[in-house]
C-alpha cells in the first residue's frame, strides 16, 4: 500500500523548478516576503546543518493506519473528504530539529510533530503537519528566517546575552513559546495543533475559519524535567513502535472554529480554549510502513494545499507548501 502515497513523480520535476514556482506563485497569491522558500530551507541548514534529510523534524518514525470521518464535518465543510467511509492514511511523528540523531531528551526535541496524509478513493491527499505547540514561535515566515539565523549565532561559547536572548527580551510570545515547550511522555499522549488557519465552504456556502488539532485517545501526558532526564535518547520513537505493536493508536481530529477578533494570518497567536470544536474523525495507527526508509524518504507532506470545502488562509500554510517540496527534493 506504502507505494500509493510515495511522490516519487515530483521528485526530478522540483528539484530543478522548486525556487522558481514559489517565488512567481507566492507573488501570484499577492504574498508579500522578503524571504523565498529556498531562504527558509537554507535557514534551516545553516542552524541545523544539512544532512541530506529532512532540514527539520528529521529524526522520526512512520506509521500506517486508517481514517473514519464523523458526521458533524459535513456541517463545516463540503471536503470530499468526510463522504467516502474509512480511508488508508501513512503518518510520522518526528522531533523538532533538523539534526538526525539528536537525543529524544535534547533541547530542540521539541515541540515534537505529527504529519498525516489522507488517502482519499479519488486519488487526493489530504495531508497535516502540526505540531505539540498551540501557536507558532513567530508570526511570518520572514520571521522565522531570522529566528532561525539568531539560534544559529547563540551557541555554545557565545556571550551574554546571546543575539537569541536578546530577540527573545524584546518579543515576549516568542518568549513564551521556548519558556512554555513540553516534552511528551509518548507521541501518543500529546495533543497536536495544525496552528495555522484555513477557510472552510460547506454546501450552503456558509465559510468559517478553522484550525486543526489532533487530541489523542490515550489522553494527555507530559513529563517533568526531571523525569525527563531519567528518559533514553530514543525513548519517543522506541515507545511509539512498540505501543502499535500492542495495540492501535488513535486521535481523534478536530476543528476549532475562530469568532470575530481572532487571528487568521497570525499563527503566533492561539485562539481562546473557549472557541467551539466540531469533530471530523478519528486516525487510527496500527502498524509501521512494510519498508520504514523507503516509507519515510519518499513522503513529502503538503499541508498548505486548497481542496473543494478547504483553503488555506494563512499566507504561512502556502508559503509552506513551496518550501517543503525543496527540502524534498534535496533529500532524495
Ligand atoms: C514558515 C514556516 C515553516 C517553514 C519554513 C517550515 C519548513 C519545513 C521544512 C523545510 C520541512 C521538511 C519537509 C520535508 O523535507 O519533507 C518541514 C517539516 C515539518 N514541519 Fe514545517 N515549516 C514551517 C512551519 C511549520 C509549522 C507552523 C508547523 C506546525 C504546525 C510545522 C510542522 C512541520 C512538521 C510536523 C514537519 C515534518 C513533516 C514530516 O514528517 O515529513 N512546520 N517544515
Known amino acids: 500500500m506504502f507505494e500509493d502515497f510515495t511522490l516519487k513523480r515530483f521528485a526530478g520535476r522540483l528539484l530543478g523548478t522548486a ?51 464523523a458526521k458533524d464535518a459535513r456541517s463545516i465543510t463540503k471536503a470530499s473528504v468526510f463522504e467516502m467511509g474509512k480511508l488508508p492514511v501513512v503518518a510520522r511523528f518526528s522531533l523538532f530539529a533538523g539534526v538526525p540523531d539528536i537525543p529524544d531528551t535534547a533541547n530542540g526535541a521539541a515541540p515534537t510533530g505529527l504529519a498525516i496524509k489522507i488517502k482519499a478513493k479519488d486519488g487526493t491527499e489530504y495531508d497535516f503537519a502540526t505540531d505539540q505547540h498551540n501557536g507558532f514561535v513567530v508570526a511570518t515566515s520572514d520571521e522565522f528566517a531570522n529566528f532561525l539565523r539568531l539560534v544559529g549565532e547563540s551557541g555554545p561559547g557565545v556571550a551574554h546575552p546571546t543575539p537569541l536572548e536578546t530577540f527573545l527580551n524584546t518579543h515576549p510570545v516568542s518568549k513564551h513559546f521556548v519558556e512554555t515547550l513540553t516534552s511528551p511522555a509518548s ?11 484555513f477557510k472552510w465552504t460547506n454546501a450552503a456556502g456558509k465559510s468559517a475559519f478553522v484550525r486543526y488539532r489532533f487530541v489523542p485517545r490515550a489522553g494527555e501526558r507530559y513529563l517533568r524535567p526531571e523525569e525527563l532526564k531519567t528518559m533514553g535518547p530514543n525513548y519517543l520513537q522506541d515507545e511509539i513502535v ?51 526508509d523507503v516509507a519515510d524518504k519518499q513522503t513529502l507532506f503538503l499541508p498548505g494545499t486548497s481542496h473543494p470545502g478547504i483553503d488555506p488562509a494563512d499566507p504561512m500554510l502556502t508559503f509552506r507548501n513551496h518550501t517543503y517540496p525543496i527540502s524534498f527534493g534535496e533529500r532524495q
Request: proline fraction near 5%.
Open 19 to 69: 525556487l522558481c514556482l514559489a517565488t512567481s506563485s507566492l507573488a501570484a497569491a499577492g504574498i508579500e516576503q522578503k524571504e523565498s522558500p529556498q531562504d527558509l530551507v537554507n535557514a534551516l541548514h545553516g542552524t541545523f546543518g544539512a544532512h541530506h534529510a529532512r532540514a527539520v523534524h528529521t529524526k522520526g518514525v512512520m506509521v500506517v493506519g486508517t481514517f473514519v470521518p
Open 187 to 197: 507521541y501518543a499522549t500529546a495533543t497536536f495543533f495544525g496552528i495555522n488557519s
Open 242 to 292: 512498540a505501543r502499535i505493536a500492542k495495540a492501535p493508536v488513535e486521535f481523534d481530529w478536530y476543528a476549532q472554529i475562530a469568532e470575530d477578533g481572532d487571528k487568521i494570518e497570525d499563527p503566533s497567536i492561539a485562539w481562546p480554549e473557549s472557541r467551539k470544536l466540531v469533530k471530523l474523525g478519528t486516525f487510527t495507527f496500527d502498524r509501521l510502513p512494510a519498508d520504514k
